[in-house]
């Protein structure tokens, strides 16, 4: 469903605050495939993900998705294939649109924008049911604005708009970072639901271990701008924190730095 | 008084055209646009020229909306291709105006007291004479029919235009372009669309100012992005709502007749005229400093903000 291979992206090319954030990675994923990614401030997660969406062009290597080579797309083109929820609530949706015009939006992703009717009454229905499914209420909210909404529920209602159209794949680029706990465990089974019952194909970064582990039937983790860890199948259901601190002492080679993700 | 403040309202519908340009820019793209104190003069200056070579005045105004978007269309290629911040890209587009509406007008004015206007037809209504009768300047009623309808019609084009797809991408664009490309539309495509409705209206009611004052002048855009601004936001303020789209575009309408009321009252008053400008100008700067006069005032009173 994705074949990454040997993609290298360097930033500020020169200047002393050169950075190599994408050091050859490659991954390949099934469909199907519900990957978590962790790693340290810096790793390159968030750095793979933008490179996936097309934020900036690569330097090198190649990205396929669905048998599309999408390398040299633009961003707004790639999002035919893509759903996206990024770690800021306020970036997935439009603050100033009402909920359902923002679900309108999303549905037409990937669709080229005509003069026609910007929102039909039969999607208020579709919409009104699959907000039900959230069970935060918003049903009964279609046209309120968005940004009258709480962190979590604008992060559930931009996991519903990345959905609505099935997405080759989902990117979900720690997407409870800047939520409450209890909040963030919500937003996650949700996250959890919707991949299940679409039989998505995804990637999830998170800061959390324990999430990482939960989550998903495949863990990568990164450093340096490269995969240096990729455990999936039996192996990972039956993986633990001390596990993965283990194998990550041994994988990169050197004993744990004063690294944040262990803080997760 | 009357023909004072009726000469007031049938100026404001004009400008009202003007208004809903300027808001289209800055409330809905979120761009302060200066190219309009250029592209305000291109359509008087197109509509001048046109009308004076004969051309239907209808017509006429439609060629300088048509220049008016191809203006919006240079800013935002600044803006978007070029990667020239936007209020930067506007300011240069205005300079650049200046001396392009000077050679289309191939003068700094032109008169067009001669000449029949879009209306001139709406003088010679059945009703016209009884109003004369009584003292009143037909010229004035013409004018606010034909403002006000042109505004009905605009209005009506932009609420069904910002309700389609295409509409609501830009609107949406304003809001969050992170968002908007990650949904597969592209950004750079929908703020050229916006920038160019915007202009291109300014410039029809450009052209349209310019058939009310009998002449064109290179001169007559000056300031015109604070009036814009002052309308919008006295639109918002007395007549605005959050909820309703129909509501705002009604809001920008009454803006505009507002600030030309006002405009009427203080110069009846007895303000020089060529205070207008500072006038408008802080009035203005009132209206934006309002949420940060009104969260020093709770701070006063010992609240938070």
């Given at each position: 469903m ?5 993609i ?16 050859g990675?490659?991954l390949?994923l099934?469909?199907g495939?519900f ?6 401030n ?7 993900l ?11 290597g190649?990205i396929?998705i ?5 390398t ?5 083109k ?7 929820v ?5 970036l ?5 649109m009402?909920?359902?015009e923002?679900?309108?939006l999303?549905?037409?992703r ?5 003069l ?8 208020r229905?579709?919409?009104?049911d ?11 909210r ?5 940004g009258l909404l ?19 794949l989902?990117?979900?680029d ?13 937003v996650?089974?949700?996250s ?6 679409n039989?998505?194909?995804a990637l ?13 039937n495949?863990?990568i983790?990164l ?12 192996e ?14 041994i994988?990169?080679g050197e ?6 993700m262990?803080?997760? | 008084?009357?023909?004072?403040i ?6 404001g519908?004009?400008w ?12 809905l ?6 190219s309009?104190?250029?592209s305000l003069?291109t359509g008087?200056?197109?509509?001048a020229?046109?009308i ?5 005045p ?6 300088a909306?048509l ?6 269309l ?5 803006h ?8 930067l ?10 001396s392009i ?6 003068r ?20 016209m004479a009884?109003?004369?009768a009584q003292?009143?300047?037909?010229k004035?009623?013409?004018?606010l029919?034909c ?8 209005s009506?084009?932009?609420?069904w235009?910002?309700?389609?797809e ?6 949406a664009t ?9 949904l ?5 495509t929908?703020?050229l ?7 291109g ?12 004052q ?12 604070v009036?814009?601004?002052a309308?919008?936001?006295i ?7 959050t ?14 007749i507002?600030?030309r ?5 203080v110069?009846?008053a007895?303000?020089?005229a ?13 209206c ?18």
């Amino acid at each position: 469903m994705l074949k990454i291979d040997n993609i290298y992206k360097t930033f500020n090319i020169g200047t002393i605050n050169e950075k190599h954030a994408l050091n050859g990675l490659s991954l390949h994923l099934q469909p199907g495939d519900f990957v978590t990614v962790i790693g340290g401030n810096g790793a390159g997660k968030s750095t793979m993900l933008n490179a996936i969406s097309g934020v900036w062009p690569i330097d090198s290597g190649s990205i396929v998705i669905n048998g599309n080579d999408v390398t040299a797309l633009p961003e707004y083109k790639r999002a035919i294939h893509l759903g996206r929820v990024f770690q800021d609530p306020m970036l997935g949706s439009a603050a100033n649109m009402q909920i359902q015009e923002n679900l309108a939006l999303a549905l037409r992703r990937g669709k080229k924008r005509t003069l026609r009717w910007g929102i039909t009454a039969q999607e208020r229905e579709q919409y009104h049911d699959l907000l039900k499914t959230l069970d935060l209420g918003l049903e009964d909210r279609l046209t309120s604005k968005v940004g009258l909404l709480s962190g979590g529920q604008r992060q559930a209602l931009t996991l519903l708009m990345a959905t609505l159209t099935k997405p080759d794949l989902l990117l979900l680029d720690e997407h409870t970072a800047a939520l409450d706990p209890k909040t963030a465990a919500k937003v996650l089974e949700i996250s959890d639901r919707i991949i299940a019952e679409n039989k998505l194909t995804a990637l999830m970064v998170t800061h959390n271990m324990h999430d990482a582990i939960t989550h998903g039937n495949r863990l990568i983790m990164l450093k340096d701008g490269r995969i240096i860890l990729d455990i999936a199948g039996e192996e990972k259901k039956h993986l633990t924190v001390e596990d993965l601190l283990a194998k990550f002492a041994i994988a990169a080679g050197e004993e744990m730095a004063n690294d944040r993700m262990l803080l997760g | 008084m009357l023909n004072i403040i009726l000469g007031a309202i049938a100026l404001g519908s004009l400008w009202a055209v003007m208004t809903m340009g300027v808001y289209i820019t800055y409330r809905l793209l979120d761009i302060a646009d200066l190219s309009v104190e250029g592209s305000l003069v291109t359509g008087a200056a197109v509509g001048a020229v046109c009308i004076t070579g004969g051309m239907n005045p209808w017509l006429a105004t439609i060629m300088a909306l048509l220049a008016g978007m191809v203006c919006g269309l240079a800013t935002g290629l600044l803006h978007t291709k070029l990667r020239i911040p936007p209020l930067l890209a506007g300011i240069l587009t205005m300079i650049a105006l200046y001396s392009i509406n000077l050679r289309i007008m191939g003068r700094a004015n032109i008169t067009l007291l001669h000449v029949d206007s879009v209306f001139t037809p709406l003088q010679n209504l059945p009703f016209m004479a009884g109003l004369e009768a009584q003292g009143i300047m037909t010229k004035n009623v013409a004018i606010l029919i034909c403002g006000l309808l042109i505004c009905f019609v605009v209005s009506a084009f932009l609420y069904w235009f910002f309700g389609t797809e295409i509409g609501c991408s830009i609107r949406a664009t304003g809001n969050n372009q992170q968002m908007v490309r990650a949904l597969g539309i592209n950004t750079d495509t929908m703020i050229l669309l916006g920038l160019m409705l915007s202009n291109g209206l300014v410039a029809m009611s450009g052209a349209l100012i310019a058939q009310n004052q009998s002449y064109a002048d290179v001169q007559m855009g000056t300031g015109s992005i604070v009036i814009g601004l002052a309308s919008v936001i006295i639109g918002e303020v007395l007549f605005g709502s959050t909820k309703s789209f129909k509501r705002t575009l009604l809001a920008m309408t009454l803006g505009a007749i507002t600030y030309r009321i006002i405009i009427a009252l203080v110069l009846k008053a007895g303000m020089p005229a060529n205070d207008l400008k500072l006038f408008t100008a802080i009035t203005v700067a009132i209206c934006l400093a309002l949420p940060q006069i009104k969260s020093w005032g709770r701070k006063l009173k010992g609240g938070h903000n």
